[in-house]
C-alpha cells in the first residue's frame, strides 16, 4: 500500500546547553528535506557543528581555531496529537554520520609530510522531544531539546590513533522553519 506523505524542506539550527571541560558552547545549523504523513514525520538532514575548545584547554593548546563538524543522518518523528495546529509535540531518534576536521597549532612532520591538520569520523545518536509551535499545511515552526553523542572512529584520516577524542555528549536547543 502506498503511503500518502507530503514532502517538506526547511532548516533549523541551535546551540547547546551545557559543554565538555575542552569545548565551550557550540552552533548548530542544517538543512531538512522531509516526508510527513498524519502522525509521523521522517528526515534528512545534512549541516554543520562549529565548537570552539575552552581558552587555556588542552585543546585549545592544541588546534588553531575551532572544530569544525560536517554531518548527515536520518532522523524520525511521531507527532503525539497530530490534529493540533498549535503546540503540537513530538518525541522523535536519530542516526548520523560526521568528520570533522581541525588544524594544528603546531604542524607535525611525519618523514617528508608537514601535516598541518587532520580529522576524524564517527557517529550520532540523538534522541528529541519538541513542540510544533505552529503546524499547517503550508508552514510548520518548531522548537525541540535534543540529547546527542558523537562516537568517534577510532584512526584519524592521517593514520594517527585517536587517544584523545571520548565519546561526545551534548544538550541543545534547536529551532527550525519547515516549509510544506
Given at each position: ?17 551545557a ?9 548548530d ?39 569544525l ?112
Amino acid at each position: 500500500e502506498p503511503i500518502n506523505g507530503e514532502v517538506f524542506f526547511g532548516l533549523r539550527g541551535g546551540s547547546s546547553l551545557a559543554h565538555t571541560e575542552d569545548l565551550e558552547q557550540d552552533a548548530d545549523a542544517d538543512l531538512i528535506l522531509g516526508l510527513g504523513t498524519e502522525r509521523f514525520d521522517a528526515l534528512l538532514y545534512a549541516g554543520f557543528k562549529a565548537a570552539e575548545p575552552i581558552a587555556g584547554s588542552d585543546l585549545d593548546a592544541s588546534i588553531d581555531g575551532g572544530l569544525l563538524f560536517l554531518r548527515a543522518g536520518l532522523e524520525g518523528r511521531y507527532l503525539l496529537f497530530p490534529d493540533n495546529g498549535f503546540l503540537s509535540p513530538y518525541v522523535g531518534a536519530g542516526i548520523g554520520a560526521f568528520i570533522m576536521g581541525w588544524t594544528f597549532t603546531n604542524p607535525l612532520t611525519a618523514g617528508t609530510d608537514i601535516i598541518t591538520g587532520d580529522s576524524l569520523s564517527g557517529c550520532i545518536l540523538s534522541a528529541s522531544a519538541g513542540v510544533y509551535l505552529a503546524r499547517n499545511d503550508w508552514v510548520s515552526l518548531g522548537v525541540s531539546i535534543v540529547p546527542e553523542v558523537y562516537l568517534y572512529d577510532y584512526v584519524t584520516a592521517e593514520g594517527f590513533n585517536n587517544d584523545y577524542f571520548l565519546p561526545y555528549s551534548t544538550v541543545k536547543i534547536m529551532g527550525e522553519l519547515l516549509f510544506r
